[in-house]
């Protein structure tokens, strides 16, 4: 059997020689021979097998810049084969990694790196090795970076497919989430993992990317939606107990096209850092006049807005203690004008009271409703009229002019906020 080899000083050059016979090797004494200008090591981890290869590595110290080394290898410690001498051209520690092809699977080697300088020669002791039986790719090679050494094809494969499951970092503005990068539509060839069997040992393989883009638009589209952020005109809205005023929100999106293009790049490239997504802006839209009416009960006063600005505000009466206004966002349900009220609780209650008129009335919860009434002095309205003599059962009056005003503003359908600030 004739063996090819390959020898590569340190990490570069590299050049080869053909495996010839012992009786053709330099004549050295295989019981080990010493020398106080040469010296020979073997680092941890500086052997990874293939089935049919090995990569070797050494230290060679020299005093001298006319060393040359080889290496003797074979079944048993009596070698048999030797690499052609490849010389060192400097004086000093030296790594060396020489790389035998040619092998036999899942046999045990012997070997010993030889350094000679021309006067003096110096071996670096018996070291054994074992192949890796056929079909298992060699120690320390990478498929896109994923270690796949000693794994069958079908392992690397699952092993590679892993990398799809990683996730990818994508960004919108200040928002940030992750996504497996098969949702993206990244796919693996997984024909270029055979040729991982014929790598040697410790080499990097790549397998291209390709990205379905259908499914990358498709998820584009969905993530908009969920990431991005609508156009929304100036309102007034309930956040907790507190109404406040929203300013008008210029809507973010993603910008398909260019971020079809951004993400096929950062998965063919194999990226993991975090992708900010191009996006498209648009103007928050025009006022739609939209007409909202905000009962503040720690004040006791009524605000109406119109697109978030107010038009009116006045002092109302909200109801007692024991009857209270109810907190929330409703709606005007429906308008009266004019209005009996009747009292739900039997005469005789506490809480009975007679048939009482309203010029204007407005349902927007419950039984409760904006309206006038008559019978409560215009002084009376306003902080802390909730605790007093002309409280209502859970209404809000309005004074006279104010809801005049309202019952003609305010359509059915409008927001009813009652908040406590």
């Not at 993992?193 to 790549?206: C, E, K």
């Not at 019952?407 to 409008?414: D, R, S």
């Amino acid at each position: 059997m004739l063996l090819s080899v390959l020898c590569a000083f340190g990490v570069v050059g590299v050049g080869s020689a053909a495996g010839v016979t012992k009786d053709t090797c330099p004549t050295f004494n295989t019981a080990g021979e010493t020398s106080a200008d040469l010296s020979i090591g073997y680092p941890a981890g500086s052997v990874l097998v293939g089935s049919s290869s090995v990569k070797l590595g050494a230290l060679i110290g020299t005093a001298t810049g006319q060393t040359t080394y080889m290496v003797a290898y074979g079944s048993s410690a009596d070698y048999g084969l030797c690499t052609a001498a490849v010389p060192l051209s400097t004086s000093g520690q030296q790594p060396i990694q020489v790389v035998l092809t040619g092998l036999d699977a899942q046999t045990t080697y012997h070997f010993t790196v030889v350094a000679t300088n021309g006067t003096d020669t110096a071996l670096g002791g018996d070291q054994t090795f074992t192949t890796l039986p056929a079909g298992e790719i060699p120690q320390g090679a990478t498929i896109n970076g994923v270690a796949v050494g000693g794994l069958s094809e079908a392992a690397a494969l699952r092993a590679l497919r892993q990398l799809s499951a990683a996730p990818a970092r994508l960004a919108i503005g200040k928002r940030h989430w992750s996504v497996v990068r098969a949702l993206l539509g990244a796919q693996i060839d997984a024909s270029q993992v055979a040729p991982a069997l014929q790598a040697l040992p410790g080499q990097a393989l790549a397998a291209p990317t390709s990205v379905d883009a259908y499914r990358l638009t498709h998820y584009l589209a969905a993530a908009s939606r969920r990431y991005g952020q609508p156009t929304l005109p100036e309102v007034v809205r309930l956040i907790g107990q507190h109404a406040l005023v929203a300013p008008a929100q210029s809507g973010i999106q993603i910008d398909t096209r260019r971020a079809r293009a951004a993400i096929t790049a950062y998965l063919t490239q194999r990226r993991s850092g975090v992708l900010h997504l191009p996006i498209r802006r648009a103007r928050a839209p025009q006022p739609q006049h939209q007409k909202t009416v905000v009962v503040r009960l720690s004040a006791q006063t009524l605000t109406a807005y119109l697109d978030g600005r107010p038009v009116l505000t006045t002092p109302v009466t909200t109801g007692r203690a024991a009857l209270p206004t109810p907190s929330g966002s409703f709606y005007i349900h429906s308008r009266s004008s004019p209005y009996v009220f009747t009292s739900p609780w039997p005469k005789g209650n506490p809480y009975w009271y007679p048939p009482t008129p309203a010029t204007w009335a407005m349902y927007f919860y419950d039984n409760d409703f904006l309206h006038d009434d008559p019978g409560e002095p215009a002084n009376a309205f306003g902080s802390g009229s909730q605790n007093g003599p002309y409280a209502s059962h859970g209404c809000v009056h309005v004074p006279h002019n104010a809801m005049a005003f309202l019952y003609q503003w305010l359509p059915v359908g409008a927001t009813v906020i009652v908040a406590q600030s």
